[in-house]
Structures are given as C-alpha cells and as structure tokens.
C-alpha cells in the first residue's frame, strides 16, 4: 500500500470495472419530469413570495437567479449524464451498482448481508412503467438503490435475489 | 403466551419509598406556603407538586409492571389504561445495565436496563431487589455468571450465594491516575455554574438573592481590569477541575472492565460506580472491533480513550459515547488504551499500532485549496448580504472573519491531512481521519457488510477517491478518506477480495491480488 500514483503501466493496473446493465431509457424522461416538477414548486413559491413580500426583494432575488440556473442544469444536463452513468447487476454472490452524475458512487453488497429487498414505484415512475429496486443491510450506509428499471426487470431482479438471499445463511450482521 | 412460566413483579420496597417521597414532598411544599405566599415560593411548590406526582406515577407503575423470563424471550406487561406487552427475544438482549440512585440503594434497590440496541424493544426495571437483578444478570447475560462481589458495598446483603466466585479476567481496573487525566478538561472552568445556578434557586425562596451578593462583591472588585479576570479564573480553574475529579472519582469507583465466560460464549463486562453503580455485559460475538480517540487538545499529552466497536447499539447511542457504557473506557495514556484495546479483542492482535499508508500530497493541496476558496466564498456572500442591507446592525462589519481565521482553517486542514492513513492488518481494516479529534479505527474485515468507492469531481481530477466500510457496528460507516485511486483500490482488494471481485477487473486476468 505504499505505492504512490508513480507512472505505472496503464495495462497493468487494476481497475474499477462498471456494472454490467443500464437502467431503462425512459429513466432520463422520469429524472427530467422529477426535476421540473421540482422546479415549478421550489421556484414558483419563491416567487410568489418574491412579488408579494416586498422585504425580501434585496436578497431573494440573487438567491432566485442561482436557484433557476441549478435548476436549469438539472432539467437539461443531469438526467442525460446520470443515465450515461448507472449501471447494476446482480450475482449469487453480490448486488453492485454504480450511480452519481459529478460525485460517481460505486456500492457492492454481499448477497450474505442483505436483509430487505423491496420495490418502489411512484406515481410518475407508475405512469413511465419504471420501478426502483432498493437493498438494506444492517448498517444504514450500505444500502443500493438502483432506479428507473422497467417494471418486469424490476420484478424479475427482486424475485431472483430473493431466491438467492434465502438460499444464503447469515445473521447479515 | 401459552406456557406457564410465572410472572414476577418489580419490589414491594419501592412503595415504601414512594411513601417516603410523598412525605418529603408534601413536607417541603407546606415548608414553602408556610413561609409565605409569594411568587419567590414557586419553585419550592413546583418542585414538591413534582415530588408528589412522581412518586402517584411511581406507585401506579408498581402496581401494573410484571416480567417474566422464558426460555426464548423476556416480557414486559405493564400500564393498566394503555397496556403494553413487549415481548423481547433472548438472542437480541445485548446490555444488562444495573444502576443505581441514592434513594436506590437505601432500600437496598436497583434498576435494571435491559437494552437490545433498539429502543423499541428496550426496557427498564425500575426498581427490583439486588437479588432479583443478580438472577436476572445471570438468566440473560452471556458468560456463565455476572461479576459480584469485588467492590460490592458492606450494606448489600441480598448477596446470592456462590455469585462472588467469578471475576473473569480483569482487562482494565481503575487507576488512580485517570483521575487526575479526566478531570483537566477545558470545561472545567465552567463547572461551578450549574451548581451555582442551582444554590441560586434554592436559596431565592429564603430571601437570600446570590444575585445580589454577587453584584456586591463585583462593586469592589473591578472586573475589566486584566487581572481580575486572571484572578477569577484562577479561583475558578481548580475548583472546576477538583469538581470534576470528585465526579469522575464518584462515577468510576471500582471499576473494572473483565471478560467473564470461555470462548465462544463470552462477554465483556463493566462495573463501575459510587451512588449509581452499573454493570454492562456485551456479548464478544458481537464484538467488531476498536476505536481509539485522540482530542487535539490532549494529543500532547499522549491521551487516548478506546472504544470497543459492537453491533447492536444503535447510532444515538455511540453518539452519546456509548451510552451503555459498556465499551467507553476512561480516558488514560495512549499506551495503556492501547494495551487494554488488545485485550478486549478476542484474537490477541493489535491492529491499531499498525502502520498506515500515508494519502496523496495532492489531498493536501485540494482540501487547502477548498478551505480557502471556502473562506473566500463566505466572506463574498457576507459582504453581498451586507451591501444589501439585509444583515442586522453591526454585524454586517463582521464579513473578513472567515479571512481572518483562515490560519485556524488552514492548520485544522494540515492537521486533518497528516491524520489520513490505512492499512490491512491481519484480520482487520484500520482508517484514521480527523483533525480537531483524532480517530483511529479497527474493524474485523469480515464485519464489512457493504463497500462503496466514491469519487467527486475534485478527487478524479487529483486521482483520489474514497472507499467506504459500511457495517452494523459502531457508527455504521468508516472511511478511507482521499485515497490514491490505486492505493485505495488496492485497499479494497486486500481488505474484501470477495467483494473486489465484481468492482475490480484486472487486464492481467488474474485476481486482484490481496497486497500490492
């Protein structure tokens, strides 16, 4: 572990291989429909108040501008970007999904410590076919979320890792 | 709940001792109407309404509370208009913790804390014979039996018989010198605040305003010169520091960390206390490793407290520094919490002397320059805020102070960056962060139950991420902060090849191999 970045060669370095699968194409129209949605109620009510309480004209309008223009990034670059990014898979032995747009987060949980294994579908997700499937272990920081899988994907996956979560023994502790 | 084991209910005694509060109570608050109606008796009348209802609860709480232990579980039955059942299986009972008031102990009385890590299946006994807590202690802890007998006071009689006979091994008893290191800390000073507060209330009823005398004694003594300042510190220093040695000496009396039982049906246990006595048991299986806590301002003292890592105390609790102080030792010399941290493990190894890999120049770099572009952006916003007139008064004048205390951030920064390190050692994962304190931390490899690697935009510009050991231990998730990207991948693959095994892929074909 005492190496430092010293020019190793760069075909023999160990790497950091994605996961296998994308999530479903409509993920970019959900994470788009999510932020502009967002967008009209954050934005909207802060400008509501803009017009109406004049007190907070000198400071609410800068913080308005920075708001619209993170906003703007999130509706047109973000879900484009994420959808470029995610991947998942599941084996007998591991879930590992790989997530994040600026921050990337690669997770790897043992088939051996899972302890749920659930499925969401939200009402825009509902109304794409879209599903999330979710893992928790014992410890609340190693849980994968892999979102905006086609509702029979989703299904198929839960099903599968529960086949395989049972046939595991393990307090998942 | 079909079979018929008995249930039991908490001690008679605590009716004659409610009794007695009633009396009190009633007693102090006749005290105060009988000296005069007004407003300044409030508290005194509050205080005894307090006393009385107290002791009404306390009495219906006895009449409605029964337990019972069988062989898989322990219940609770108590409340008669809101009844609750709680049912807690044996396996999940993680904490015995008995303690003790004054009121407690002279009726010969304890509270037993049944802790599970989970508040909602976690109950307390308040208040049960001596006897019945030993039995108890003995039914559910793990090991054979409970520590009884070293330092027990002359007055508990209640003794079963053949409890005195297993100490364990002792792993750490109190030594006269963490007196003296517990009790400097810089809240010292403010020690004799509460108390003052406190004669403060007491004695307002009585027509005696310390207030004033205060005011009194400030009238002579000029408070703005330097020297009466000094002078007040002075007085106050020591006396803080004594207070605070007299409560450590008071909460730590006869303590003693053992390990009682034989593999693999052991447990650590923890006694310790003068007018509240405790005693922790924790069982090793559930034992994940160790913590050891360095404050910077007793760093140059060589002053370190472990912490033992196990599942089943939940986040709040490690918080609050344990609270079933079952792992939190004192703090002692470095050396010494080391020493003990080795013998509270299980395997023998001493994982936290390890040496660590020190983390890339260029973290240095990009958290200083975070720190100051950080500081820069405050004291911008600040400004801004302040041209706009939206900040109060004066302190719209207060914008260069994130400049000015940019030497304290840049330090903290250094401090911070020479902390980083890891390393695999044996059977454990070692990380070490922090710049205001100093935490080094041993996890059991195999406790990993989730890895994570993550990089923000910075880290892949400089080449450094952060690998992430979740687990169920302690406080959930440690990490290896800005790490080289192929140090911290190589740590991945030495400390979980399991796992490395779909997140790294190795063009040579092998497998990563488990030392770089």
Redesign the interface.
């Known amino acids: 572990?005492?190496?430092?970045?010293q020019p190793?060669d760069d075909?023999?370095?160990?790497?950091?291989?994605a996961?296998r699968n994308r999530p479903d194409r409509r993920f970019v129209v959900w994470r788009t429909l999510q932020a502009a949605i967002g967008a009209v109620v954050v934005l909207g009510g802060l400008g509501v108040l803009l017009g109406v309480v004049e007190r907070t004209r000198?400071?609410l309008g800068?913080v308005l501008v920075v708001l619209a223009v993170v906003y703007l990034v999130n509706i047109t670059v973000m879900p484009t970007w994420r959808y470029r990014v995610h991947r998942w898979?599941t084996?007998d032995?591991?879930v590992?999904a790989l997530e994040?747009w600026?921050?990337?987060?690669?997770?790897?949980?043992?088939v051996s410590?899972i302890q749920s294994i659930d499925m969401r579908t939200g009402p825009l997700e509902q109304a794409l076919g879209l599903a999330t499937v979710r893992v928790t272990?014992?410890?609340?920081?190693?849980?994968?979320t892999i979102e905006g899988l086609d509702v029979h994907v989703a299904e198929e996956t839960v099903r599968r890792l529960k086949d395989v979560t049972a046939a595991t023994q393990g307090d998942?502790? | 709940m079909s079979d018929g084991t008995a249930w039991r209910r908490l001690s008679v005694r605590i009716v004659y001792l409610d009794v007695l509060r009633l009396a009190a109570s009633t007693a102090v608050g006749g005290l105060g109407l009988a000296l005069d109606g007004s407003a300044a008796v409030r508290p005194l009348l509050i205080g005894a309404a307090i006393g009385v209802l107290g002791a009404l609860a306390d009495l219906a709480r006895w009449l409605t509370t029964s337990y019972r232990v069988t062989e898989d579980r322990v219940e609770l039955r108590s409340g008669r208009l809101v009844r609750r059942h709680r049912t807690v299986p044996r396996d999940r009972i993680r904490t015995l913790d008995s303690s003790a008031t004054v009121r407690h102990r002279l009726f010969g009385l304890r509270v037993l804390h049944v802790g599970s890590g989970d508040p909602e299946s976690s109950f307390t006994l308040d208040a049960l014979p001596v006897a019945a807590v030993t039995r108890l202690q003995q039914e559910l802890g793990a090991g054979s039996r409970p520590v009884t007998g070293a330092g027990q006071e002359p007055d508990d009689v209640q003794d079963v018989p053949g409890t005195a006979a297993a100490t364990g091994t002792v792993i750490a008893r109190l030594r006269p010198s963490w007196v003296a290191y517990n009790a400097v800390t810089p809240g010292a000073v403010l020690v004799l605040v509460g108390p003052l507060l406190a004669a403060y209330g007491f004695l307002r009823p009585f027509g005696v305003d310390l207030l004033d005398v205060g005011r009194g004694l400030l009238d002579r003594v000029p408070l703005d010169r330097p020297w009466a300042l000094a002078a007040c510190v002075a007085v106050a220093l020591p006396l803080g520091v004594a207070g605070q040695a007299a409560r450590f000496a008071v909460q730590h009396r006869d303590f003693t960390l053992s390990r009682v039982g034989t593999p693999p049906k052991s447990a650590l246990v923890t006694r310790r206390g003068l007018l509240s006595t405790r005693t922790v048991h924790q069982d090793d299986a559930?034992l994940r490793g160790l913590a050891l806590t360095e404050p910077l301002a007793w760093r140059w003292l060589r002053l370190a407290r472990t912490t033992a890592l196990a599942?089943?105390l939940s986040?709040a609790d490690v918080m609050a520094g344990g609270s079933p102080a079952s792992s939190v030792l004192p703090r002692m010399r470095r050396e010494e919490a080391l020493a003990v941290g080795a013998r509270i493990l299980t395997d023998g190894a001493r994982p936290l002397e390890a040496p660590l890999?020190r983390h890339?120049r260029s973290a240095l770099t990009g958290r200083l320059l975070g720190a100051v572009a950080g500081s820069v952006v405050v004291a911008v916003v600040l400004l801004?805020?302040g041209r706009?007139?939206?900040l109060p008064g004066r302190s719209s004048g207060w914008w260069p102070a994130p400049l000015l205390l940019l030497p304290v951030t840049v330090a903290l920064t250094v401090a911070r960056y020479r902390a980083l390190g890891?390393?695999?050692a044996g059977a454990y994962v070692v990380v070490r962060d922090g710049g205001g304190t100093r935490v080094t931390v041993a996890l059991q490899r195999r406790?990993v139950?989730?890895?994570?690697?993550?990089?923000?935009?910075l880290q892949?510009l400089g080449?450094r991420l952060t690998v992430?050991f979740?687990?169920?231990?302690g406080s959930?998730?440690y990490l290896a902060r800005d790490t080289?990207?192929?140090?911290g991948?190589?740590?991945v693959?030495?400390a979980r090849p399991?796992?490395a095994?779909?997140?790294?892929?190795?063009?040579?074909g092998a497998r990563?191999s488990s030392?770089?």
Do not use: F, N
Request: hydrophobic share 45%; glycine share 8%; aromatic share 4%.
């Open positions: 572990m005492t190496r430092q970045t190793a075909d023999t370095r160990v790497r950091i291989r996961p000198p400071w800068p898979e084996t032995e591991a590992y994040g600026l921050t990337k987060t690669w997770v790897v949980v043992p410590r272990t014992a410890s609340s920081e190693a849980g994968v998942a502790t | 559930r599942t089943g986040v890999a890339p801004a805020l706009a007139g939206v890891h390393a695999v406790a139950v989730g890895l994570s690697v993550r990089q923000t935009l892949r080449g992430r979740a687990t169920a231990a959930r998730v080289g990207v192929d140090q991948l190589a740590l693959a030495a399991d796992l095994v779909p997140l790294l892929s190795d063009p040579s990563p030392s770089p």
